[in-house]
């Protein structure tokens, strides 16, 4: 079984440059991806699993991974005065791309050296290698459309502090619903995977590899 969030984190920096001009600026683009080390979780039973995903489960379930997507987003804005107002637009724009976290849970009553064990854990690596082979595959798919949607963003002016930060705001909101629908394909996607080798069929197909269960 499996967790799929995506999740969209805003940050907003305020700089000062003097030198920008309102009506030319270059949006630079930093992109990281990070990748998580996977952790394995037996502390928990399998009757807590469904407290750990807000996902349907199944009462056969013998493990669980969870991951969520991270796309981060934070800038650094330029401020040019002139006369009673100011040009505002943002100057650099920092994303995160890539997996907050990888967590497999594997229910605690199986010992690490024991056949059940090795078996829940081989099915939900499994599931893990869908996360991280989606994000590989997508990610360029992913750095594409964040750059169309910075690329027709423009500097404004603004009379007040409290107008300058919606400016920020709202642009950001913009990257944000540009990048949504792709966002909820790749979830799609990766649910399509994962689902695939969560049937009845393939529960019973595990529980026969090992001799008690």
């Not at 991806?33 to 489960?57: C, K, W």
Request: hydrophobic fraction near 35%.
């Amino acid at each position: 079984m499996k967790k799929r969030l995506f999740v969209f984190l805003l940050y907003f920096l305020y700089a000062q440059n003097a030198n920008a001009l309102c009506d030319k600026n270059e949006i630079q683009i930093d992109i990281s991806a990070p990748n998580p080390a996977v952790i394995y979780d037996t502390s928990h039973s399998r009757n807590e699993f469904q407290s750990l995903t807000n996902g349907p489960m199944s009462p056969n379930t013998l493990g669980l991974t969870t991951a969520a997507i991270q796309v981060g987003m934070s800038g650094e804005t330029f401020v040019q005065p002139e006369g009673t107002r100011v040009c505002i637009g943002l100057k650099t724009i920092h994303f995160t791309l890539g997996y907050q976290s990888l967590k497999v849970y594997i229910d605690k009553k199986y010992p690490k050296n024991s056949c059940n064990y090795q078996v829940i854990k081989d099915h939900e690596d499994y599931h893990v290698s869908v996360f991280q082979q989606a994000l590989t595959f997508f990610r360029p798919d992913i750095e594409k459309e964040l750059r169309e949607a910075v690329k027709n963003l423009r500097p404004e002016y603004a009379y007040t502090a409290a107008r300058a930060k919606q400016i920020m705001q709202r642009q950001f909101n913009q990257i944000q619903t540009k990048i949504k629908p792709l966002l909820d394909h790749i979830n799609r996607k990766i649910a399509e995977k994962n689902y695939a080798i969560d049937t009845p069929e393939s529960y019973r197909e595990t529980t026969k590899l090992c001799p008690t269960w």
